[in-house]
């Protein structure tokens, strides 16, 4: 079946504009995350959600990035006034139901560049 | 907390020879594993993950890890390494504090010579 795709593969923006990040997980799957892969680094958790809530933000760098998953199967991430610090790869996982033993499936990413 | 070391941030090895890519980990709870690899360009791959059920486990593409609970390590091996093998690999914890977030480690880059 499909997996989880993640729009755009890339995006170019200038400091201080306003982006939105997609991504369309597995269907079925109640669980999502957001992670954020710097370059040369492992990916660091953003945000978590159980359906349509948001159940762990606690990764969110601060108050200009913002997530939802109105209906509970895609997921924007928001990032307002970007900055060149914010470029990054950001990644979309989802799995079945959200427990310790889960496998998360990865999208291939959005690329962010910041000019 | 929990949190995983990845000891070599670069691995190199010839075609055909055995890998060791190394992991320790914290964790304050039985921890479920896992091990992910990245090709260039491509999304992360599970190879194979550790819950609690068997200490060796096999994974894809002829990985294998062993759980050692006394040296807190969950090395990845491959007996023969093949050129399609050279990736970014993961070693990877989830927390287990209710969110099952992933936590990972900084990677090892492995390269394979011909």
């Known amino acids: 079946g499909a997996g989880v795709s993640q729009t755009p593969s890339n995006k170019v923006t200038e400091k201080g504009k306003y982006v939105e990040l997609r991504c369309d997980p597995i269907?079925?799957?109640?669980?999502l995350y957001w992670y954020r892969q710097s370059l040369g680094q492992g990916p660091e958790f953003l945000i978590y959600f159980q359906g349509t809530g948001a159940a762990d933000d606690s990764g969110l760098p601060n108050d200009r990035f913002f997530a939802v998953r109105p209906e509970g199967s895609v997921s924007t991430l928001k990032i307002q006034r970007t900055e060149r610090g914010d470029s990054a790869v950001y990644l979309c996982?989802?799995?079945?139901?959200?427990?310790?033993?889960?496998?998360?499936?990865f999208g291939p990413g959005t690329r962010l560049l910041v000019l | 907390a929990q949190s995983v070391t990845q000891l070599d941030s670069h691995v190199s090895v010839s075609e055909g020879t055995p890998v060791l890519l190394r992991c320790n980990y914290s964790?304050?709870?039985?921890?479920?594993l896992f091990w992910y690899v990245q090709h260039p360009n491509k999304g992360l791959q599970l190879l194979l993950k550790?819950?609690?059920?068997?200490?060796l486990v096999k994974g894809i593409n002829g990985f294998e890890a062993e759980f050692k609970k006394s040296e807190t390590s969950f090395h990845l091996t491959k007996p023969s390494a093949h050129m399609s093998d050279a990736a970014e690999y993961f070693c990877?914890?989830?927390?287990?504090?209710?969110?099952?977030?992933?936590?990972f480690g900084t990677g090892t880059r492995l390269k394979v010579l011909a």
């Open positions: 550790y819950t609690s059920a068997a200490t």
């Open positions: 964790s304050s709870y039985s921890p479920s």
């Open positions: 269907s079925g799957h109640t669980a």
């Open positions: 990877v914890v989830s927390d287990p504090s209710g969110t099952y977030k992933y936590i």
């Open positions: 996982a989802s799995s079945n139901s959200g427990s310790q033993m889960e496998t998360q499936y």
